[in-house]
């Protein structure tokens, strides 16, 4: 999209889209991977022992808050679900900021249900 057509659609001013501009730069590039540790072979019944590895790619740094009056570190959230149950398993807060841009968590052993199939989701949320 050209600028002045941005201009008249956002109908905002040239220092608010420095600042847009600014943290869409800033906004972090992370890598969520996970992997099951108990092998090949898990049944209904089972407990399962998941191991989600995050990894920034982008630069760490104080995250971009304008109208806080100091320094902040960034801070999130590691959500696992099982979306067809709909239920919660570990909410967990992460810090990457220790550990050059990576992160291992081991979430406490998950209990799959007998007579129905789970849906594992892993998100990290700001």
Do not use: A, G, P
């Given at each position: 999209m050209k600028d002045d057509e941005r201009h008249e659609l956002l109908q905002i001013s040239e220092s608010q889209l420095v600042?847009?501009?600014?943290?869409?730069?800033k906004y972090p590039y992370i890598d969520l991977t996970?992997?099951?540790l108990n092998g090949g072979?898990?049944?209904a019944g089972d407990n399962v022992n998941l191991q989600v590895?995050?990894?920034q790619r982008s630069e760490i740094g104080p995250v971009l808050a304008?109208?806080?009056p100091k320094d902040k570190e960034e801070g999130w959230w590691l959500v696992v679900g099982d979306i067809k149950s709909n239920q919660l398993v570990v909410?967990?807060?992460v810090n990457l900021q220790g550990s050059q841009g990576s992160s291992l968590i081991s979430p406490p052993l998950l209990k799959l249900e007998r007579g129905s199939t789970n849906s594992i989701s892993c998100v990290i949320l700001i």
């Open positions: 600042d847009i501009d600014r943290f869409c730069k996970y992997d099951v072979n898990v049944r590895t995050l990894e304008l109208r806080y909410i967990k807060r």
